[in-house]
């Protein structure tokens, strides 16, 4: 039962951070907060909400390994015949959601090299 609560506060507090993602800075922080909502959705058996979590951390950092691995079991958990759930999603939307990625991912490269 503590391990629950363990997995519903670390959703909570996740969530919230990935709510302020419009005002954070550093892209390290939005792909923690969805990397730790995934994990505790995965060990909550509730894989269907995890897959976009993962999807997210992978697309900031493809080379993500607990990404990569909780993915593939969520898969394997789900099966071949899931399709995940499209939200309506407009193209300026998406287009903005890229760009809010590649900024971060720039300004990371500055902060790097100074």
């Known amino acids: 039962m503590n391990e629950e609560n363990s997995d519903q506060t670390e959703i909570y507090y996740s969530t919230k951070a990935i709510l302020c993602t419009p005002y ?3 892209i390290d922080v939005v792909k923690r907060a969805h990397l730790r909502r995934g994990l505790a959705f995965v060990r909550q058996n509730e894989p269907h909400k ?3 979590d993962l999807k997210i951390v992978l697309d900031i950092e493809s ?11 969520c ?3 789900l099966g071949e015949d899931w399709v995940e759930p499209v939200t309506p999603v407009t193209p300026d939307v998406a287009f903005f959601e890229k ?5 971060f991912k720039r ?3 500055v902060a790097n090299l100074t």
Do not use: G, I
């Open 99 to 103: 760009q809010e990625v590649e900024e």
């Open 24 to 26: 954070l800075v550093d």
């Open 50 to 52: 995890a897959v976009s």
């Open 75 to 77: 898969m394997l958990q």
């Open 63 to 73: 080379t993500n390994k607990q990404a990569q691995t909780a993915l593939k079991k």
């Open 107 to 109: 300004k990371k490269e």
